[in-house]
């Protein structure tokens, strides 16, 4: 559609942002809805992160997402951050407010949760144990989004044990970081497997984990969406576990940014899957 002089703009910030599949997600909300407004790409170095954002009230930007390497370094520059961003120490999504301010949220939890509740209905929070592999910034939304929503205990498996141990003592009791090497150990009493790591990600090593004692029961995501189906899902599915794919939490994270900024409440839709799935390549 023509954008008029009033159009409202919105975009996303990252260093690279070019490969970003956001522009499609939010593009297809705003055709869908018929806003006057645009969702762009803003490639900005890591160096540039504060200006950018303190730019963004000066040329009337509702507001952004942030992705790689920005979401802990925002914490430093916004003006208020909600309790939960505050608990996960990342932002991914900015509002710029009437009276300038920079607000800092993080959806990927909320994303993470709403888009296991939709790809499986029977999954239950206080069903079992979680185990977490990686401890980066998608690790930290996960699991606080899980300690939210009433998992009993987290487990952590990262390549570097401090850093799991660091995060396990920072964000709670009911969570245990165990070695890389043990990874495959913590998976016996197992409801849910989550992969957090860049391992299985298109251009990377698959992710190295046996699944021999994953109870049959246990549900398996990833967060990656680029393949759609990692090597881990296929694992998991050609055992028989129920796994869920890492695009429903790239959408469902986008529509509380979409809300603030163009005043509407979209829906993930089977049409807005393939719409963002057909610009992946």
Not at 13 to 21: D, E, K, R, T
Not at 22 to 41: E, K, Q
Not at 122 to 127: E, I, L, Y
Request: aromatic letters at 4%; glycine letters at 12%; proline letters at 6%.
């Amino acid at each position: 559609m023509t954008l008029s002089g009033k159009a409202r703009v919105a975009g996303i910030i990252g260093w690279p942002v070019a490969h970003s599949l956001s522009m499609r997600l939010h593009g297809f909300w705003l055709d869908r809805f018929g806003i006057d407004g645009v969702y762009a790409p803003f490639p900005v170095r890591p160096g540039g992160l504060e200006q950018a954002l303190r730019a963004l009230p000066l040329l009337g930007i509702a507001g952004v997402n942030l992705t790689v390497p920005h979401k802990v370094q925002a914490m430093t520059v916004l003006d208020r951050v909600d309790d939960l961003t505050r608990r996960i120490g990342a932002a991914n999504t900015i509002i710029v407010a009437e009276d300038g301010a920079l607000e800092g949220r993080n959806t990927d939890g909320y994303g993470f949760i709403e888009s296991l509740k939709a790809a499986a209905a029977d999954w239950s929070a206080k069903g079992g144990p979680a185990v977490i592999l990686g401890a980066g910034g998608a690790a930290r939304a996960v699991i606080v989004a899980l300690q939210d929503a009433g998992v009993p205990c987290i487990r952590i498996a990262n390549r570097t044990l401090s850093t799991a141990q660091g995060l396990a003592d920072e964000l709670g009791p009911d969570i245990e970081a165990i070695a890389w090497d043990q990874r495959a150990a913590g998976l016996g009493d197992a409801a849910l497997l989550v992969n957090t790591t860049s391992l299985g990600l298109t251009g990377q090593p698959a992710l190295d984990i046996a699944l021999d004692d994953l109870p049959p029961g246990a549900l398996v995501t990833d967060v990656v969406y680029a393949p759609l189906r990692t090597p881990l899902l296929e694992a998991a599915a050609a055992r028989g576990n129920v796994t869920v794919d890492g695009l429903g939490m790239l959408l469902h994270q986008g529509r509380p940014g979409f809300a603030a900024w163009f005043g509407r409440d979209p829906e993930v839709t089977d049409a807005l899957r393939a719409h963002v799935l057909a610009g992946a390549g």
